[in-house]
C-alpha cells in the first residue's frame, strides 16, 4: 500500500509540533496562589520582611522548604522553626517555599511575588515532589525551568539543586 507523501509529512510536522510544546511544569501557574492563598500570603510576608535587608541565601521550593519555618503545631511536629532561627535568620536567609508548589508554580512566583531586588549569593531549591502526574522528562524540565528562573532573577547567584 501507497501512502501519499503529503501524509507522511504531515505526521512529522505534527510530531515535532508536538515535541516542540511546553510540557504544563515549564509554564508558570498561578494556580496554587489561587487554591492556597494563605500559604502564599506567608511567603509574601517573609519577602516582605526581608525588604530594606541583604538576602544572601533564598531558599526556593514547595512546603518542604515552607516547614523550615513553622512551628511545631498539635499533629505536625516536624517542622524546623527552631533550626532556622538557629543556624539561618543571622545569615540573612529568605524562605520561598510554599505548600504544595509544582514547578511552574514556583515560576509564576519568581515573576509576580516581589523579589526581584534582591541579590542573594546562594539559591538552595528543591522543587519537583508535587508534579506527580508529569513524566519523569516534565518533571525534570520543570526544575530546569526553575533553575534557569533563578539564574535569570538573581544575577550571579550560585544554585544549590536539591532531591529527595
Not at 37 to 66: H, L, Y
Not at 95 to 111: C, I, P, S, Y
Request: charged share 20%; hydrophobic share 45%.
Amino acid at each position: 500500500m501507497k501512502v501519499p507523501i503529503f501524509a507522511v509529512f504531515a505526521v512529522v510536522i505534527s510530531l515535532i509540533a508536538a515535541s516542540a510544546s511546553p510540557s504544563a511544569s515549564t509554564v508558570p501557574s498561578n494556580a496554587n496562589y489561587l487554591a492556597h492563598a494563605d500559604w502564599n500570603k506567608e511567603c509574601e510576608a517573609r519577602v516582605a520582611a526581608m525588604k530594606g535587608q541583604p538576602c544572601d541565601v533564598i531558599f526556593i521550593g514547595d512546603s518542604i522548604t515552607q516547614n523550615f519555618v513553622e512551628s511545631p503545631r498539635a499533629g505536625w511536629d516536624l517542622v524546623g522553626k527552631s533550626v532556622w532561627d538557629k543556624y539561618y535568620t543571622n545569615k540573612h536567609a529568605l524562605n520561598f517555599g510554599v505548600g504544595a508548589d509544582k514547578t511552574q508554580d514556583v515560576l509564576w512566583r519568581l515573576e509576580n511575588m516581589d523579589v526581584k531586588g534582591f541579590r542573594p549569593k546562594v539559591a538552595v531549591i528543591l522543587i519537583g515532589t508535587n508534579n506527580t502526574g508529569d513524566t519523569p522528562q516534565d518533571v525534570a524540565a520543570g526544575v530546569h525551568a526553575v533553575v534557569q528562573k533563578t539564574l535569570q532573577t538573581f544575577p550571579g547567584v550560585k544554585v544549590i539543586l536539591l532531591s529527595i
